[in-house]
T-cell receptor, first 114, second 113 residues
Framework: AQSVAQPEDQVNVAEGNPLTVKCTYSVSGNPYLFWYVQYPNRGLQFLLKYITGDNLVKGSYGFEAEFNKSQTSFHLKKPSALVSDSALYFCAVREPSGTYKYIFGTGTRLKVLA | NAGVTQTPKFQVLKTGQSMTLQCAQDMNHEYMSWYRQDPGMGLRLIHYSVGAGITDQGEVPNGYNVSRSTTEDFPLRLLSAAPSQTSVYFC????????????FGPGTRLTVL
């Protein structure tokens, strides 16, 4: 069974500092990994994905994620955090076949302090 | 394109009442799904559909019914609401052959008293 884990309920970071939001995964076969962001009172928005290729994936709003096969991790990163990055972040894995269902992590609330 | 729309945005029900959450998309997406979002539990799949006339259960289907009479609409019905169904509900859609790009609606916040 596919699963993802987000070990931190909340991450606080000062504006201008680098940020990391952690995600680990458990899959059988090749992983199809995603990050979504949810701003208050909004639906989820796609940030980036890893399907194959380079381990460093670049996405929207200056975010990137590093795929690490040996550590089964897919951490979300940004070199310099903005207050406007404050939101709820979800890691997800999708099934590799069939109807390609998604399994979401529990979410990590990012708070960027001015 | 309006994308994925959901109505209502907020709803308060009493235990035992029924209601339908509406979801519509104008992108001709075959795949539509309903999720519920609860604190500390992320998004969990309730029901999904791969096309008109075809629906299937997700991870947490109990207490919910769905139907898909058209490509555009995918309503979620609560037949007899329970406090455990207090949640935020999201509808999502995508093309069946583009599994990596899905679109989410703005959500419906439901409270069952």
């Amino acid at each position: 069974a596919q699963s993802v884990a987000q070990p931190e309920d909340q991450v606080n970071v000062a504006e201008g500092n680098p940020l990391t939001v952690k995600c680990t995964y458990s899959v059988s076969g090749n992983p199809y990994l995603f990050w979504y962001v949810q701003y208050p009172n909004r639906g989820l928005q796609f940030l980036l994905k890893y399907i194959t290729g380079d381990n460093l994936v670049k996405g929207s709003y200056g975010f990137e994620a590093e795929f690490n096969k040996s550590q089964t991790s897919f951490h979300l990163k940004k070199p310099s955090a903005l207050v406007s990055d404050s939101a709820l972040y979800f890691c997800a894995v999708r099934e590799p076949s069939g109807t390609y269902k998604y399994i979401f992590g529990t979410g990590t609330r990012l708070k960027v302090l001015a | 394109n309006a994308g994925v729309t959901q109505t209502p945005k907020f709803q308060v029900l009493k235990t035992g009442q029924s209601m339908t959450l509406q979801c519509a998309q104008d992108m001709n997406h075959e795949y539509m799904s309903w999720y519920r979002q609860d604190p500390g539990m992320g998004l969990r799949l309730i029901h999904y559909s791969v096309g008109a006339g075809i629906t299937d259960q997700g991870e947490v289907p109990n207490g919910y019914n769905v139907s898909r009479s058209t490509t555009e609409d995918f309503p979620l019905r609560l037949l007899s609401a329970a406090p455990s169904q207090t949640s935020v509900y999201f509808c999502a859609s995508r093309k069946l052959d583009h599994p990596d790009t899905q679109y989410f609606g703005p959500g419906t916040r439901l409270t069952v008293l």
